[in-house]
């Protein structure tokens, strides 16, 4: 029942109020099968309600597959990892073998992970040669990543599903299938992360890291502290039932294979 955005105001009965990040997960962390009590306070909502979590070990999958009624390959990816692209073939490859007409593609809460993970899978989608971001530097010299996949999906309606949980190489792909081929983004606000770091160490063996460029979509729009706005919002549910977001991209998506 608890959705992204909660604001956790007691655990058990330990105000949050000052507490630091790393204080709160290790009091909310425990032994498994223990109970934990959250109060939880959400917008839209006129009093706090307290939760009692089950403590558990929690896997979080890189995919999950589900053919839709109609034909629409549902397919929610939740970072991009180094499996990824390995992981990415064996679905697709599923959606063609069931028929697929039409995707959904998922990136609600993905925060990102590798940047060559997010060309690759633009590959699927796009023509070879698109150009998938624009790394921009501090110098003004810019470096155009371009898409170098099978374009399986090239001319397949496609339309996807973001947040303010989508981050990074999320905001990469949307932005990459938007800007070439017009695909729908669909939900809330994207998170704005568009920067690029690297990390140099001093010599008192202390590190800093420096953000030397910044990640623009292929027709030049800022991703960093911005974000990406969807052609549909949809804003998340108030109550952790039913998804009117996912709903709202199967409604595009079918209207978009029926024309």
Do not use: C
Request: hydrophobic content about 45%; aromatic content about 6%.
């Amino acid at each position: 029942g608890l959705m992204a955005g909660d604001k956790i105001l007691q655990i058990d009965e330990m105000p949050t109020a000052g507490l630091e990040v790393e204080e709160a997960i290790k009091n909310i962390r425990g032994d498994v099968g223990t109970d934990v009590s959250l109060l939880i306070m959400r917008d839209g909502w006129n009093e706090a309600r307290e939760f009692t979590i089950t403590r558990a070990v929690i896997t979080i999958p890189t995919i999950d597959f589900e053919m839709k009624p109609g034909k629409i390959a549902y397919i929610a990816l939740h970072n991009f990892n180094a499996n990824v692209p390995t992981l990415f073939y064996q679905t697709a490859l599923e959606a063609v073998v069931q028929g697929a007409r039409g995707v959904v593609l998922d990136l609600r809460n993905n925060p990102g992970g590798f940047l060559d993970v997010a060309v690759n899978l633009s590959g699927w989608f796009l023509e070879r040669g698109s150009i998938v971001v624009v790394e921009r530097f501090h110098t003004g010299a810019e470096e155009r990543l371009r898409a170098r996949g099978n374009a399986a999906f090239a001319e397949t309606p496609v339309v996807v599903l973001v947040n303010g949980g989508s981050a990074s190489a999320s905001e990469i792909l949307a932005g990459a299938l938007r800007d070439n081929r017009s695909i729908k983004l669909i939900g809330s606000q994207t998170f704005g992360k568009g920067s690029v770091q690297e990390v140099e160490t001093l010599k008192d063996a202390s590190s800093l890291k420096i953000s030397i460029a910044e990640w623009l979509t292929p027709k030049g729009h800022k991703i960093n502290r911005v974000g990406l706005t969807p052609d549909v919002v949809v804003e998340p549910p108030v109550e952790a039932d039913g998804d009117p977001q996912l709903e709202k991209a199967l409604e595009v998506i079918a209207a978009e294979i029926a024309s």
